[in-house]
């Protein structure tokens, strides 16, 4: 069932976000409950967003619709009273359906329970209406195509379109940003309909794990990302590859992002001039991608943020986002993951001082790698010793208490374990609900920094206030202005 509705979700019209909840009540009608005759009138009219299967029409990989005016259509078939080709009791029936907090639901034969948005519809119009993001989805008929071609491509687990559509989301130009924006409103359209799904299955949502032919496969009901932060040296690129090609053999395809604030300033990158993982790059059913050779550490990681969403819209399992424990970088990271994982050398003491305590603090769970040959006793004593500090921790999810695992990824041994304990996390936070509120949590700050981060540029741009900040800077440096002082000026200006 999954794998159906997966699939009619790949196939979905992009629907925007002010029609969606009507859209999507309709596009999840009960087949069981949805009789032929009352679906007879919609099929009539695509546009309605509900096809004769009770699903969302498959126009997503064939045309794009111009993004205002398929909201502004959709929502009125959607929430109109007077649709000329309904009849009184079936507009009764359908506007009954729409207000019932929670239904029956199947993408096949088996009825599931949909928790339907808490908002009553009244409430959702006029909060739509007070926010609307239209206009920033206009498009040149040129940028129109171009966003076209990527977002096909991308659902389309085209590599290549997937590459160009993370190289735009980390463009600066501004007119690449609005295509860039549009790309990521489509496809997070897609992701929130599978989203959507998930949610509806409740504490069914978990992972499974199949034994077929001598070989286990693992299926999970959405990507699971994972944060990898340690040491230098710790082992990050040679656990990727071995922990990458262990997943892709258990079916899943796997993505590699990379956050390394220190490519900022030095033009290297984590990932670009390394030659190691390399038979993860070259499988199929993986994607590495160096990090960006520029930018701040804030664009660095909100260009990450957004890669993450276009490989899942790419149809990634598992995405896995690789830092340098260094600066803030685990912190961003550990903000744009479900799981964050710190992984460490054998041996405690003189090593773990290397690692910041906060880091610690930010793991979900903990690898102790290069358990192998003459480095593992040393290896058995610094899983020992994390399980002690960790203990001491305040665990950061109800649901879960960091684990610790032991591995060799040279050997690759211990990594059947290790995932073993990644899905028990995965499947307690989906059991838990708290999978999904973290994600819209971490959404949630993410337009906040995209808010501030984007007053910042636009306060050092403004004319009166560039002018003078060198003067300023240099005043606050040399102690003749109090800071407070100097920073009510430069805002006084910002008008
Ligand atoms: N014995 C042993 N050596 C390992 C293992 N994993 C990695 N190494 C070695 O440790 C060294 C560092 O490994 P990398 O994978 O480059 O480590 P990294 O954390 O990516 O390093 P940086 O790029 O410096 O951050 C290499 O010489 C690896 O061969 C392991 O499981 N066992």
């Known amino acids: 069932m999954l794998l159906a509705s997966s699939k009619l979700a790949c196939a979905a019209t992009p629907l925007l976000r002010a029609q969606r909840t009507a859209s999507t009540r309709l596009a999840l009608l009960t087949a069981s409950s ?84 808490v908002q009553p519809q009244a409430a959702k119009k006029t909060e739509n209406d007070a926010f609307n993001v239209d206009h920033l989805l206009h498009l040149k008929e040129a940028d129109q195509a171009w966003l076209q071609k990527l977002y096909d491509g991308i659902l389309q687990q085209d590599r290549s379109a997937l590459a160009r559509g993370i190289t735009l989301v980390e463009s600066w130009r501004r007119d690449h ?35 077929k032919n001598n070989q286990t496969t693992t299926t999970l009901p959405t990507p699971f990302r994972i944060g990898l932060s340690g040491p230098p040296g710790a082992g990050k690129s040679t656990f990727i590859e071995t922990f990458g090609m262990f997943l892709v053999n258990q079916g899943l395809r796997v993505a590699v992002l990379a956050v390394d604030p220190s490519s900022s300033v030095s033009g290297g990158s984590i990932l670009g001039d390394k030659t190691r993982m390399t038979e993860l790059s070259r499988n199929d059913a993986a ?20 890669a993450i969403v276009l490989c899942e819209g790419s149809g990634y399992d598992v995405i896995i986002i690789e830092t340098v424990g260094v600066g803030q970088s685990e912190t961003a990271v550990a903000d744009m993951v479900d799981l964050f994982t710190l992984i460490v050398p054998p041996g405690g003491g003189d090593e773990l001082q290397g690692i910041k305590k906060g880091i610690v603090e930010l793991a979900d769970f903990v690898i102790v790698n290069k358990a192998d040959g003459d480095l593992l006793p040393a290896a058995r004593k610094a899983k020992s010793e994390y399980t002690s500090a960790m203990k001491l921790l305040r665990p950061r999810t109800a649901s879960w208490t960091p684990e610790i695992a032991m591995l060799s990824s040279l050997d690759s041994t211990g990594l059947a374990d290790a995932w073993k304990l990644m899905l028990q996390f995965y499947d307690s936070q989906m059991k838990g609900g708290e999978f999904f509120l973290k994600r819209s949590q971490q959404r949630k700050r993410l337009m906040w920094k995209h808010v501030s981060d984007g007053i910042l540029e636009r306060f050092q741009a403004h004319p009166e206030v560039s002018r003078v900040i060198a003067g300023a800077e240099q005043q606050v440096m040399q102690g003749l202005v109090a800071p407070g002082l100097a920073a009510d000026e430069l805002l006084d200006r910002f008008r």
């Open 34 to 117: 949805w009789t032929r005759a009352q679906a007879a009138p919609l099929q009539n009219d695509q546009r309605r967003g509900v096809s004769s299967s009770g699903t969302r029409p498959c126009l997503g990989l064939g045309s794009l619709p111009s993004a205002p005016s398929t909201r502004a259509g959709l929502h009125q078939h959607a929430t109109s009273s007077s649709t000329p080709s309904m009849s009184a009791t079936e507009r009764e029936e359908c506007s009954a359906r729409l207000s019932v907090p929670t239904r029956s639901v199947s993408t096949q034969s088996t009825p599931v329970t949909v928790q339907a948005p």
């Open 177 to 211: 940003r609005r295509v860039a924006q549009n790309l990521l409103d489509r496809i997070l359209d897609v992701l929130h309909d599978r989203w959507s799904h998930v949610q509806s299955l409740g504490s069914r949502a978990v992972s499974t794990v199949t034994l």
């Open 287 to 306: 994607y590495v991608r160096p990090s960006p050779s520029r930018g701040s550490l804030g664009g660095v990681t909100r260009n990450t943020s957004d």
